[in-house]
């Protein structure tokens, strides 16, 4: 039995179209509306197929669904689920895949109050964006955390969870907050060093462009891949999450000021332990499948 058999995807960039490859292939029962606020990009979208209909509305693509998983940046979920409200039947689920919770829910509770609201993050994505980004099996094997509020309805994160699970995902239930300060550290926080390590770059008065990009070293590559993810979702993230990034980012700069203190002194044996314990930290992050031992971490394979 399908978790769901009719399906509404606000917004058709790289989660939005990954989730909808990703239902065709697991779910192909499911019936897919879709919407985009992009004409460019509902207009791909109805080129490539990726869903039954593509409304040129957010409302006409809700009328009947299930479950609506919006896909937005985070600082545009307020307004969009405020459009939606009007068209959403009794019943229906609404979710997203943003990477910050309590903002988002508190959002999305003020504009759809008496709906059955639970907030998601599928922990996955590329450096890509558009309806021609996506891939179906962008959530295998990886971590979608449910945050659903306090007396959410258990059948309906159940049946959330059901739906994330046939994609292939593992699911989590966390509170909203601590997801967020959890995020913080493991997403937020390195993409924040990447924009900042390759802006500096950039930056260099003695250091040519071309010359940063012909020698780029594997560490300086991942960083520029990390930082050309889109810039609009991450400027919200870092809004919306502020107060658990700006806390990790202290964190942050009180490690980094040892390390430079133990670099000015000579002090092998701080960076020696340092690194020792980093390493294993990578070697779980492998075993747990997480990410892939290969040089090129498997990404040159989907």
Known sequence: MLPVSRLSIIGLGLLGSSVARAVRAHMPGVTITGHDANPAHRETARAIQLCDDVTDTAGSAVIDAELVILCVPVGAMGDVAAEIAPDLPHGVIISDVGSSKASILAALEAALPGHHVIPAHPVAGTEQSGPEAGFSSLFHNRWCILTPPEGADAGKVAQLSAFWERLGANIEIMDATHHDLVLAITSHL??????????????????????????????FRDFTRIAASDPTMWRDVFLSNKDAVLEMLQRFTEDLTGLQKAIRLGDGERLFEHFTRTRAIRRGIIEQ??????????RGER
């Open 289 to 298: 499948g997480q990410d892939d031992a290969r040089p090129d971490f498997g």
């Open 190 to 219: 390195p993409h924040l060093i990447a924009y900042t390590i390759v802006g500096t770059a950039s930056d260099l008065e003695t250091v040519t462009q071309s010359e940063v990009i012909k020698y780029s070293a594997g560490g």
